[in-house]
Antibody
Framework: EVQLVESGGGLVKPGGSLRLSCAASGFTFRNAWMGWVRQAPGKGLEWVGRVPSEAAGGTTDYAAPVKGRFTISRDDSKSTLFLQMSGLSTEDTAVYYC?????????WGQGTLVTVSS | IVMTQSPATLSVSPGETATLSCRASQRVNTDLAWYQQKPGQVPKVLIYAASMRATGIPARFSGSGSGTGFTLTISGVQSEDVAVYYCQHYNSWPLTFGPGTKVEIK
């Protein structure tokens, strides 16, 4: 059974930083494109970014609102995905979902809530 | 590429047909997926490649369209279909979702 379990969410002040983690199991993590999708409270879905598998190669993609502030990385030896967020603003308040898939989301984590507020 | 959806909310009686529309600001060929997000749940893929049902999706869900205009049809709506439906293109990065259509039961 595929499982994606996010952690690291919480309350952070504007301008602050936060690092999310996603522990994956039930599939060959190193062969999978991984990503992050977020959903602001009561709002729609927004891709944050995606990272290719090592085999696929290529670069990590970011959505315009987060480019330069967020960094996606992965540790294939630990089947873990990371999202380092800095320069956070209230507009970044959302549930952050860890996802698998390059263009479609095959699997979703349950999400972790990030609240940016003073 | 900006995705738009209409209507924002659709109220249908059980057994009726629901027709949801999605439009892309640029041509995306058939690189279009539909997701269903039920209350309190994570989304799941219903349709990909504009018209292909994902594994395990009931036949009452069908997709059509290409280029810039797409439709999701739910034939014989059931109470369990109450959800927000999102379209998403995957023609190029950035991948973008539409704002969603909320389907309610009368």
């Amino acid at each position: 059974e595929v499982q994606l379990v996010e952690s690291g969410g919480g309350l952070v002040k504007p301008g602050g930083s936060l690092r999310l983690s996603c522990a994956a199991s039930g599939f060959t993590f190193r062969n999978a494109w991984m990503g992050w999708v977020r959903q602001a409270p009561g709002k729609g879905l927004e891709w944050v970014g995606r990272v290719p598998s090592e085999a696929a190669g290529g670069t990590t993609d970011y959505a315009a609102p987060v480019k330069g502030r967020f960094t996606i990385s992965r540790d294939d030896s630990k089947s873990t995905l990371f999202l380092q967020m800095s320069g956070l603003s209230t507009e970044d308040t959302a549930v952050y979902y860890c996802t698998s898939g390059s263009v479609l989301v095959d699997f979703w984590g349950q999400g972790t809530l990030v609240t940016v507020s003073s | 590429i900006v995705m738009t959806q209409s209507p924002a909310t659709l109220s249908v009686s059980p057994g009726e047909t629901a027709t949801l529309s999605c439009r892309a600001s640029q041509r995306v060929n058939t690189d279009l997926a539909w997701y269903q997000q039920k209350p309190g749940q994570v989304p799941k893929v219903l349709i990909y490649a504009a018209s292909m049902r994902a594994t395990g999706i009931p036949a009452r869900f069908s997709g059509s369209g290409s280029g810039t205009g797409f439709t999701l049809t739910i034939s014989g709506v059931q109470s369990e279909d109450v959800a927000v439906y999102y379209c998403q293109h995957y023609n190029s990065w950035p991948l973008t979702f539409g704002p969603g259509t909320k389907v309610e039961i009368k």
